[in-house]
T-cell receptor, first 113, second 113 residues
């Protein structure tokens, strides 16, 4: 009964490939996020969806496309992967669109070779 | 601009000793302040948060933090560190009604026996 679950946990792929990371939360939250954590542990927000509507879109290359089929799911699709995309990607959720406690998934470690 | 500074990249503390992790923030409005902890291979977990009221807040695992508006600081403390506290600690700031939480670069805590 994991609150925020991401799959896969590890993803190793070649440059130029397209890959997706899936996220699901069973907390009934309205808001979901994607964060990127680089090799120096710096954590930066990429996207946020509230009730399936995109509300935050930071300066992320358009090779990254989030999709939220419903409130409980937020997937991240990455086209034409580059070496610099290697990082840990975290999904998170929070209740009712308020800037309160974030509930994080355990992360997806993406390695682009 | 909104920002969070954690001056210490890493700190080493002896087990049983006291701990203080520093955090300074820059935020144009009343901040919501958070401390999260990340164990290796895991997502972030909220330790405590400050929204308003008493400037000394208690969190889980025996942690506390004090909000000092005049110093724009929100330092995390624990009177007696346990080996299991070894982890990465992130200070974060957000705004009331907002969706974006900004994280500091993290402080890695090492605990020596």
């Amino acid at each position: 009964d994991t609150a925020v679950s991401q799959t896969p946990k590890y993803l190793v792929t070649q440059m130029g490939n397209d890959k997706s990371i899936k996220c699901e939360q069973n907390l009934g939250h309205d808001t979901m996020y994607w964060y990127k954590q680089d090799s120096k542990k710096f954590l930066k927000i990429m996207f946020s969806y509230n009730n399936k509507e995109l509300i935050i879109n930071e300066t992320v290359p358009n090779r990254f496309s989030p999709k939220s089929p419903d409130k409980a799911h937020l997937n991240l699709h990455i086209n034409s992967l580059e070496l610099g995309d290697s990082a840990v990607y975290f999904c998170a959720s929070s209740p009712a669109g308020r800037n309160e406690k974030l509930f994080f998934g355990s992360g997806t470690q993406l390695s682009v070779l | 601009a909104q920002s969070v500074t954690q001056p210490d990249i890493h700190i080493t503390v002896s087990e049983g000793a006291s701990l203080e992790l520093r955090c300074n923030y820059s935020y144009g409005a009343t901040p919501y302040l958070f401390w999260y902890v990340q164990s290796p291979g895991q997502g972030l977990q909220l330790l405590l948060k400050y929204f308003s009221g008493d400037t000394l807040v208690q969190g889980i695992k025996g942690f506390e933090a004090e909000f000092k508006r005049s110093q724009s600081s929100f330092n995390l403390r624990k009177p007696s560190v346990h080996w299991s506290d070894a982890a990465e600690y992130f200070c974060a700031v957000g705004g009331a009604g907002g969706f974006k939480t900004i994280f500091g670069a993290g402080t890695r805590l090492f605990v020596k026996a």
